[in-house]
T-cell receptor
Framework: DQQVKQNSPSLSVQEGRISILNCDYTNSMFDYFLWYKKYPAEGPTFLISISSIKDKNEDGRFTVFLNKSAKHLSLHIVPSQPGDSAVYFCAASDGSSNTGKLIFGQGTTLQVKP | KAGVTQTPRYLIKTRGQQVTLSCSPISGHRSVSWYQQTPGQGLQFLFEYFSETQRNKGNFPGRFSGRQFSNSRSEMNVSTLELGDSALYLC????????????FGPGTRLTVT
């Protein structure tokens, strides 16, 4: 049972344009969401997070939107740069469980073309 | 501040053997989580340790086990290896839990032949 789903395995965007990566979840107990970026041969690195009490969080070129009624979140990258090319994972946690357990999606490979 | 380190980086084992992977968290971090990454499956949670206690465990068979030492370093062990255990094993540390974000190591690439 995949509780966190990233339905697009890949996305290709032109440099300077907006990249939108989507993520859906099924567990209504999730209350904290994170995005990670992963380059080959490296571990994932934290990008941005959002608590369920918010619907938007912004950090530089990265903005995460949360739609709780639709159980959907998205990551916007504006403007996209070639260095953003990587695999992006969304992850969710149930804060009430008080453990370090994150549920990850399958990942979306973003390619930003110069 | 030094990042999360994992040893070894690469490992080749044969079916039926056992393997032990090591993870050293960021100094001061008490929570260590382990994940398995395989193509098409994303990262799947194995277990998490906090102050030497396992707080949560994922849906993996009992062949997968772990432990944490008093200095927060952690090890995971896989016994009776199967071909399907070939994967990238990632360790992540955080101060107390996922809401403060987790810091990942580079992973150990395990190949079972």
């Amino acid at each position: 049972d995949q509780q966190v789903k990233q339905n697009s395995p890949s996305l290709s965007v032109q440099e300077g344009r907006i990249s939108i990566l989507n993520c859906d979840y099924t567990n209504s107990m999730f209350d904290y969401f994170l995005w990670y970026k992963k380059y080959p041969a490296e571990g994932p690195t934290f990008l941005i997070s959002i608590s369920s009490i918010k619907d938007k969080n912004e950090d530089g070129r990265f903005t995460v939107f949360l739609n709780k009624s639709a159980k959907h979140l998205s990551l916007h990258i504006v403007p996209s740069q070639p260095g953003d090319s990587a695999v992006y994972f969304c992850a969710a946690s149930d804060g009430s469980s008080n453990t370090g357990k994150l549920i990850f999606g399958q990942g979306t490979t973003l390619q930003v073309k110069p | 501040k030094a990042g999360v380190t994992q040893t070894p980086r690469y490992l080749i084992k044969t079916r039926g053997q056992q393997v032990t992977l090591s993870c050293s968290p960021i100094s001061g971090h008490r929570s260590v989580s382990w994940y398995q990454q395989t193509p098409g499956q994303g990262l799947q949670f194995l277990f998490e340790y906090f102050s030497e206690t396992q707080r949560n465990k994922g849906n993996f068979p009992g062949r997968f086990s772990g432990r944490q030492f008093s200095n927060s370093r952690s090890e995971m062990n896989v016994s009776t290896l199967e071909l399907g255990d070939s994967a990238l094993y990632l360790c992540a540390s955080s101060f107390k839990g996922p809401w403060g974000e987790q810091y990942f190591g580079p992973g150990t690439r395990l190949t079972v032949t």
